[in-house]
């Protein structure tokens, strides 16, 4: 009777092994997630793998130049999930990227900025006619930079260069630009020998409104809604630390310190530009300023000026289909 018992007891034991074995498995599936260098709370809950914990997933953070990259490792299905601008987010499901945004980072509001080298002649807008002005291309300062230069009857009569941000600061130091239309670290390197002429706030106020956002893989959100409402409750409870006590993010506090290494910035250079975004919750996202209908318009009319501008072959009937609500509408 012993061998049977026996095998009784390896056949209880093995199968409850086994069944951890694959659940482990499971949770150990690889997600690549593309992000930026731009300040944001969820950068400490990076550094804290808080992502990994709350769902499983094995994470590879993936760093890219600006969001019009994250969008083409998207479509060529290196990256589920990325960070992104208004503008390469429109960009991209105009061409027919299977994308959907689901969490606003932030309004992006003054903290990107068109800043000028001093000493260039350059005081007002008109002044940028024959001048050099970088930008990444399909970015939301692309966007943006456009829309300023349209307004200021500068179209064609400014010498717009694709840079990354990474390089625009190498470029500037060597005087081969005038202006950048950029963002953090890089606009604080700038910002030493020039001077702010417009912000994103500026052109927000005249009806061409920017943010950043993450986007999902729509295939891949359909298979991991799970972990896609884990992932977006780790993006809730991070940003309502900062947003309920800004203050206390200081360049001693162990959040700014995270996000600062996250960044490759300096402590003390993050405070303040976090204090030019607005970070939006849960409960406002999924109403109709943001995912509940606002973030649509503002891609379709984004894509309007990109088409106006040629950056676009074509636009979609309806920009909703690029937008997934659900997980904000089930964050606490």
Same mark, same amino acid.
């Given at each position: 009777m012993l061998?049977?018992?026996?095998?009784?007891?390896r056949? #209880? &034991?093995?199968?409850?092994? %086994?069944?951890?074995?694959?659940?482990?498995? *499971?949770?150990? $599936?690889?997600?690549?997630? @593309?992000?930026q260098?731009?300040?944001?709370?969820?950068?400490?809950?990076?550094?804290?793998?808080?992502?990994?914990?709350?769902?499983?997933?094995d994470?590879?953070?993936r760093?890219?130049?600006?969001?019009?990259?994250?969008?083409?490792?998207?479509?060529s299905?290196?990256?589920?999930?990325?960070v992104a601008?208004?503008?390469?987010?429109?960009?991209?499901?105009s061409?027919?990227?299977?994308?959907?945004?689901?969490?606003?980072?932030d309004?992006?509001?003054?903290?990107e900025?068109?800043?000028?080298?001093?000493?260039?002649?350059?005081?007002?807008?008109?002044?940028?006619?024959g001048?050099?002005? #970088? &930008?990444p291309?399909?970015? %939301?300062?692309?966007?943006?930079?456009?829309? *300023?230069?349209? $307004?200021?009857g500068l179209? @064609?009569?400014?010498?717009?260069?694709?840079l990354?941000?990474?390089?625009?600061?190498?470029a500037?130091?060597?005087?081969?630009?005038d202006?950048?239309?950029?963002?953090?670290?890089a606009?604080?390197?700038?910002?030493?020998?020039?001077?702010?002429?417009?912000?994103?706030?500026?052109?927000?106020?005249?009806?061409?409104?920017?943010?950043?956002?993450?986007?999902v893989?729509?295939q891949?959100a359909?298979?991991?809604?799970p972990?896609?409402?884990?992932?977006?409750?780790?993006?809730?409870?991070?940003?309502a630390?900062?947003?309920?006590?800004?203050?206390?993010?200081?360049?001693?506090?162990p959040?700014?310190?995270?996000?600062?290494?996250?960044s490759g910035?300096?402590?003390e250079?993050?405070?303040?530009?976090?204090?030019?975004?607005?970070?939006?919750l849960?409960?406002?996202?999924?109403?109709?300023?943001?995912l509940?209908?606002?973030?649509a318009?503002?891609?379709?009319?984004?894509?309007?000026?990109l088409?106006?501008?040629?950056?676009?072959?074509?636009?979609?009937?309806?920009?909703?289909?690029?937008?997934?609500?659900?997980?904000?509408q089930?964050?606490?």
């Amino acid at each position: 009777m012993l061998k049977p018992l026996n095998k009784w007891i390896r056949r #209880a &034991v093995l199968l409850p092994l %086994t069944a951890v074995a694959l659940v482990a498995n *499971a949770q150990a $599936q690889t997600v690549t997630i @593309g992000v930026q260098s731009m300040f944001a709370p969820w950068k400490d809950a990076i550094a804290q793998k808080q992502f990994e914990k709350a769902t499983g997933w094995d994470i590879k953070w993936r760093n890219f130049d600006s969001g019009g990259d994250v969008m083409m490792a998207m479509a060529s299905g290196d990256v589920q999930i990325g960070v992104a601008g208004s503008s390469p987010i429109a960009a991209a499901v105009s061409r027919g990227v299977d994308a959907q945004l689901f969490w606003i980072l932030d309004n992006i509001a003054d903290a990107e900025a068109l800043v000028v080298r001093n000493g260039s002649g350059i005081v007002a807008p008109q002044d940028l006619a024959g001048k050099t002005l #970088a &930008v990444p291309f399909v970015s %939301t300062t692309h966007f943006h930079a456009l829309f *300023a230069l349209e $307004q200021f009857g500068l179209t @064609g009569k400014v010498k717009v260069i694709n840079l990354q941000p990474s390089d625009i600061p190498a470029a500037w130091e060597r005087g081969d630009i005038d202006a950048a239309f950029i963002w953090d670290p890089a606009l604080g390197r700038l910002k030493q020998s020039g001077h702010v002429l417009l912000t994103s706030g500026q052109l927000t106020d005249w009806g061409k409104a920017t943010f950043d956002g993450l986007v999902v893989d729509k295939q891949f959100a359909a298979a991991n809604g799970p972990g896609m409402q884990a992932f977006t409750q780790v993006l809730q409870d991070s940003t309502a630390n900062y947003v309920a006590a800004p203050k206390t993010w200081t360049a001693e506090s162990p959040q700014v310190i995270n996000v600062a290494k996250q960044s490759g910035a300096k402590p003390e250079e993050v405070p303040p530009v976090l204090a030019l975004y607005q970070f939006p919750l849960a409960s406002e996202q999924a109403g109709p300023a943001w995912l509940g209908g606002g973030a649509a318009k503002a891609l379709a009319a984004t894509a309007e000026f990109l088409k106006a501008q040629k950056k676009i072959p074509a636009l979609l009937p309806d920009y909703s289909a690029a937008i997934n609500p659900t997980f904000v509408q089930n964050a606490q």
